[in-house]
């Protein structure tokens, strides 16, 4: 009949539009992410306001790691004060991991659903306080106190910031601005060492060396909220109205991405090596300058250790950004390849310097720098990794997890895991010497063991412990080149969601719901 005719002629033209459309839109979104988005910006096409809020971001989290390192600075005029050992100062740091890494989640899950600007100026806020207030105690557990609050307004900016910066940008740039904020954790714990002790010899206590990072702080909490531009979530890949979705949703569907949890891995090795090398590198080195003969040189160590850590920061984190944004065009997995070469090229330096400390200093130092230099290759990478093989919406709660884990395996824990190593190299050693030796008591130490084989034998045993570090990072870059296999699966379907093409595996429709007329923008 004609009226058939007609109307399966209307049909096949109604598919063949379709098929035309669908074809269309995938022919986009290939070129868009074969592009990467934002590839075609230059640095100029950045907005004035995009650049204010880099700025602020970037300051903040130069004061955030300003204060993390300002006791480090004068830690020993803070255990003379308070009067505790060695025992009980490190328990300063570790009070301030424990509740940092602790709350990141809390904060990642309020980050995703919440204005990110008021979370962020709050944290800054309590840091701020926390670490003013602590400035005044005279008691070690109330100073313990508020380091230990310290940690819970670090941990809303420290989750938070990475995801503002993947809403302004997309591609080599969000790479490009990514480098520049973690390029400012090395300016800022270098500072942070410098300012405090500069500081507290100026105006002669420990206590005013605390009391610059706040006024810094009052700043950037006005920063924040007259200058922060908050975009929406996904606007920088075209996709600014995802809803977000239940936590528990969440929590299944970040476990499910392979790369991110074989990213986080690999990161938290990084965490569990610059931790224990930040720790005890310098002790360490002061014990093999004493084996050499140089006693009067052990005052200078940690000064000329804190310089060395800071510039291969400097250096490290922009190449590692540099590497992947020149090659990625090129090999999609490269990102991976980057950090697992970087770690795996480490262990030699590191397992360099510590045979090189008990000989020469200069050559240790070299070693030093050129481990942390590959192992700092990793940090803007594993931070860019995270931003685009997570949906937008959940990129606050990924991060507040691997802030949790990183932390929580990693540099929480490797100070104490070494020390306690170490002490275990020092008793079979001691062992073998047929002497006995009361710990933390150098008379009687000396007259039990001559000086040589008592300052020989706790080189020793340092040493055999941060020889762990070595195997650490092998581990940690074989998780790296692992993820090359899953990285860039994850990322298409990163992709996909955001433009609409299709919803996440394991995932309904209305898990990542978006209006019916954005679906037609981004297409």
């Known amino acids: 009949m004609p009226s058939e005719k ?24 290939v070129r868009e992410s074969e592009e990467n988005g934002d590839h075609e910006r230059s640095w100029r096409d950045v907005r004035f306001k995009e650049w204010i809020s880099v700025s602020v971001l970037c300051y903040v989290n130069l004061i955030n790691y300003m204060d993390r390192f300002t006791v480090a600075g004068v ?42 600007r008021y979370l962020m100026a709050f944290g800054v806020a309590l840091w701020s306080l926390t670490t003013l207030g602590g400035s005044f105690m005279n008691n070690y557990w109330w100073f313990l106190l508020f380091r230990a609050l310290v940690g819970i307004g670090e941990a809303s900016y420290s989750t938070i910031a990475p995801t503002i910066i993947s809403d302004l940008f997309v591609g080599d740039i969000r790479s490009k601005m990514l480098a520049m904020f973690y390029f400012a954790i090395p300016v800022g714990s270098g500072l942070g060492y410098i300012v405090g002790s500069e500081f507290a010899k100026l105006l002669g206590s420990w206590h005013w060396a605390l009391r610059v990072t706040p006024a810094l702080g ?11 531009e908050e975009p929406e979530r996904g606007a920088s890949e075209g996709s600014g109205h995802m809803e977000a979705t239940s936590w528990w949703e969440d929590i299944k569907e970040i476990v499910r991405c392979k790369s991110y949890m074989l990213s986080t ?194 080189f020793k045993a340092l040493q055999y412990a941060l020889f762990t570090t070595c195997f650490v990072e092998v581990i940690g870059g074989l998780f790296f080149l692992i993820n090359a296999f899953y990285i860039v699966e994850d990322r298409e379907r990163v992709e996909r969601a955001v433009h609409a093409e299709n919803t996440l595996p394991h995932q309904t429709e209305s898990s990542h719901p978006l209006a019916p007329e954005q679906n037609n923008q981004n297409l």
């Open 265 to 458: 891995a690999g990161f938290t090795c990084v965490a569990f090596v610059a931790g224990a090398l930040a720790w005890w590198g310098p002790q360490f080195i002061e014990k093999g300058v004493v084996l050499q003969g140089y006693p009067d040189l052990v005052g200078g160590i940690s000064f000329r250790f804190g310089i060395v850590a800071m510039t291969s920061g400097l250096i490290g984190v922009p190449t590692g950004s540099w590497l992947a944004q020149k090659l990625r065009h090129r090999y999609k997995r490269i990102d991976a390849y980057i950090c697992g070469m970087g770690l795996i090229s480490s262990c030699p330096f590191v397992f360099a310097a510590m045979y090189f400390a008990r000989y020469s200093t200069n050559i240790c130092f070299v070693m030093v720098f050129f481990g942390e230099f590959f192992l700092n290759l990793t940090w803007s990478i594993v931070a860019d990794i995270l931003l685009y093989v997570i949906t937008p919406v959940r990129r606050s709660t990924a991060e507040g997890f691997q802030l949790l884990l990183s932390h929580a395996l990693g540099d929480a824990g490797s100070p104490y895991l070494i020390g306690i190593l170490s002490d275990a190299f020092l008793l079979m050693l001691n062992g073998h010497s047929n002497v006995t030796t009361e710990p933390s008591n150098p008379a009687l130490t000396s007259t039990t063991m001559t000086p040589d084989d008592s300052d020989l034998n706790a």
């Open 6 to 29: 007609i109307e399966k002629s209307t049909n096949l033209v109604l598919k063949k539009l379709n098929i035309m459309e669908q074809n269309n839109s995938q022919a986009e979104l």
């Open 75 to 116: 830690l020993e005029d803070i255990q003379t004060d308070l009067g505790v050992h060695n025992d009980l100062a490190g328990l300063l740091q570790t009070a301030f991991i424990f509740t940092y890494m602790l709350c990141g989640p809390v904060f990642g899950y309020f980050g995703d659903r919440y204005s990110r």
């Open 218 to 228: 009052l700043v950037a909490v006005l920063a924040i909220l007259g200058f922060l």
